[in-house]
């Protein structure tokens, strides 16, 4: 196991509502990265926060935000969800000296109906 | 655009064999190369990872190679346990951009007992 979690596991929305996901970073580690998985793809890149603040960010619109909060735990919001937002939600936390040292949760599975 | 592709989708071997998984990659600029292993309902756990400055690195029973020449990656396993069965990502890093990862779609590796 690596030390991070995520809530929820999954979750059922409908299309237009908002959505919260939970990351706890591993002890240690102030860097948190969400990725985005869809079916049957790798994931991908949706932004990174260091600091509290987004320190990079993947092709999502901006209605993909996120937090960080002072303990390095983080938030990612999603409104107005859409259909193809559906996929599993993944989590990484690393040190920013090293990214190459990202630890991931078992992710949020999310289905927008 | 960024990728990291792989040459084939799915890869069946007995157990006890070696199995060979290929990654392809599209820019020459990486820094760091990673491989997952992400099973069913978890996240991408790491295995190995190999500097853009290198061409060979070993673990217990896996090994990376990279060729830059023709930007192939490759992870083998030896002796393929089915504790092995999973999808297999390839990851790399860019260091100048933040350090997020760009995985490819992955290959999922069955083992037959």
């Known amino acids: 196991e690596t030390g991070v979690t995520q809530s929820p596991t999954h979750l059922i929305k409908t299309r237009g509502q908002q959505v919260t996901l939970r990351c706890s970073s591993q002890?240690?580690?102030?860097?948190v990265s969400w990725y985005q998985q869809a079916l049957g793809q790798g994931p991908q890149f949706i932004f990174q926060?260091?600091?509290?603040?987004?320190?990079g960010r993947g092709n999502f619109p901006p209605r993909f935000s996120g937090l960080q909060f002072p303990n390095y735990s983080s938030e990612l919001n999603v409104n107005a969800l859409e259909l193809d937002d559906s996929a599993l939600y993944l989590c990484?936390?690393?040190?920013?000296?090293?990214?190459?040292?990202?630890?991931f949760g078992p992710g949020t599975r999310l289905l927008v109906l | 655009g960024e990728s990291v592709g792989l040459h084939l989708p799915t890869l069946s071997v007995q157990e006890g064999d070696n199995s060979i998984i290929n990654c392809a990659y599209s820019?020459?600029?990486?820094?760091?190369f990673i491989w997952y292993k992400q099973e069913s309902g978890k996240g991408p756990q790491f295995i190995i990872d190999i500097r853009s400055n290198m061409d060979k690195r070993q673990g217990q029973r896996v090994t990376v190679l990279l060729n830059k020449t023709v930007k192939h990656l490759s992870l083998q396993i030896a002796a393929t346990q089915p504790g092995d069965s999973a999808v297999y990502f390839c990851?790399?890093?860019?260091?100048?951009?933040?350090?997020?990862?760009?995985f490819g779609q992955g290959t999922e590796l069955s083992v037959k007992p």
């Open positions: 990851a790399e890093i860019h260091y100048n951009q933040g350090g997020k990862l760009i």
């Open positions: 926060y260091y600091r509290e603040e987004e320190n």
């Open positions: 820019n020459s600029a990486s820094d760091y």
């Open positions: 990484a936390s690393s040190l920013a000296v090293a990214p190459e040292t990202q630890y």
């Open positions: 002890s240690g580690h102030n860097t």
